[in-house]
């Protein structure tokens, strides 16, 4: 029995502590409790992974709602970007970049018969356009390609048409502030357009803004050469990477055709209150969850002390078998563990399960739950990913087991001297 206590006692204590959980003798309350604690893990594991899994969906659907109308990548240059056409045939060929697209930004006015709106017009050219962006799917009425040279048409936002009240062959005034002569002030310059085309990106970020064809953009810069107002609009071939690929391209540019001041940024950054505000949310929702999770595993407290005291004569017993208090604490430890485990693993097939088939069982609950289709549950987009789900089960493995060391602890502290007495 010396064993207990040697090198070779970790083997005793696994074996003890599995037999203690698996023994059909125990107290059954104590039981319930530990498959209550079970239980509880399961939920919150189960829980986390489905709710971080729809999160992801629900982030992807909008950023990717939001690289419809802003670019993966965009490159500008001090004092501007006169041989933008060179700028851009060197680009396109770089590694990661699958298009290249120029664009000008004015800021107008937009008044049509009483209603007035500010608004931000972006001058393309609609073939290289869809290179860079997918607007010509989003396309409600009218098409892209009704933006030519000198047609003095413009393409609006579906928010921007409905709050103006616009529709397709309607004619708008853009108006655009230019300093006098004398730069003592400014005048009002009136430019008129035909919508012939409106899109909808069912989103709040790019609803609002309007496109014309580039060459008729010259006339809303204010007094500034194109190459001043000029942007290049990057596609890359995976946007986690975009911002690898800018300052590649920034690098190349630089090196290539020297001069302007060249400068740009993805589209993390452009909108990056968006998405860390996405991410906060996220990271939130991961502990309010994770809450869940420790009411599960610091029931595991609850049940172990219980265990401890209805084994304190076995405890006694071993320990005057020559089990030492490492012997012991391993023993409770390898229970608490084990109860925790079972549950974050069954919570997290569960949770992978349900995760894989969401569409699925989301479709199912809105039929059953809301025929009349009122809250669209079957839209929840869902995307499981692996991290998540490794996040998730080894934090609720490390919070199991702290939640044991306390009753393993004061078990190995009992001694058999003050049990046996009263046996």
């Known amino acids: 029995m010396a064993g207990l206590s040697g090198p070779g006692s970790r083997i005793p204590a696994l074996f003890i502590g599995l037999r203690y959980l698996l023994s059909r003798r125990d107290n059954r309350f104590i039981s319930f409790t530990s498959l209550m604690s079970m239980a509880g ?18 982030q992807g659907v909008q950023r990717d709602k939001v690289l419809i109308t802003v670019p993966h990548a965009d490159i500008w240059a001090e004092p501007g970007l006169p041989n933008w056409e060179n700028a851009a045939g060197l680009l396109s060929g770089q590694p990661g970049i699958t298009g290249v697209a120029p664009y000008t930004l004015t800021d107008v ?3 049509q018969q009483g209603y007035h709106q500010v608004t931000r017009v972006r001058g393309i050219l609609p073939m290289q356009e869809i290179t860079v962006s997918p607007l010509a799917e989003h396309m409600r009425e009218g098409s892209l390609d009704s933006l030519q040279p000198g047609s003095r048409n413009i393409v609006l936002g579906y928010y921007l048409a409905s709050n103006l009240r616009l529709f397709i062959g309607d004619a708008v005034n853009l108006i655009v502030p230019r300093p006098n002569e004398a730069g003592t002030g400014v005048s009002l310059d009136i430019q008129r357009f035909t919508v012939s085309g409106i899109f909808d990106v069912q989103y709040d970020i790019g609803s609002e803004l309007a496109y014309v064809h580039l060459d008729d953009s010259l006339d809303l810069l204010q007094g500034r050469e194109e190459g001043q107002a000029l942007h290049l609009r990057l596609a890359t071939d995976d946007i986690d990477r975009a911002d690898e690929y800018l300052a590649s391209a920034l690098a190349l540019l630089q090196q290539q055709l020297p001069g302007p001041d060249y400068r740009g940024q993805d589209w993390s950054t452009a909108q990056a209150a968006l998405f860390n505000a996405l991410k906060l949310e996220k990271v939130m929702t991961t502990l309010i969850l994770m809450m869940i999770v420790a009411i599960g595993a610091f029931n595991i407290v609850s049940t172990l002390v219980m265990v401890v005291a209805d084994k304190q004569a076995d405890i006694a017993i071993l320990r005057t078998m020559g089990a030492g208090q490492g012997t012991i604490l391993g023993i409770f430890l390898v229970q608490g563990s084990m109860i925790g485990l079972l549950g974050i693993m069954a919570g997290a097939i569960g949770g992978i399960l349900i995760a894989s088939n969401f569409e699925w069982l989301a479709l199912w609950m809105e039929r059953v739950l809301d025929p009349q289709g009122l809250y669209l549950i079957s839209q929840l987009p869902a995307v499981l990913q692996r991290g998540d789900v490794v996040m998730t089960c080894s934090m609720a493995l490390l919070i199991c087991f702290l939640a ?5 602890w004061k078990a190995s502290r009992i001694l058999p001297a003050q049990v046996l007495r009263y046996e």
């Open 109 to 111: 006015l937009l008044s």
């Open 404 to 408: 044991t060391l306390y009753p393993a």
């Open 41 to 58: 893990l399961t939920l919150g594991v189960l829980a986390l992974i489905v709710v971080l899994s729809v999160f992801n969906g629900s």
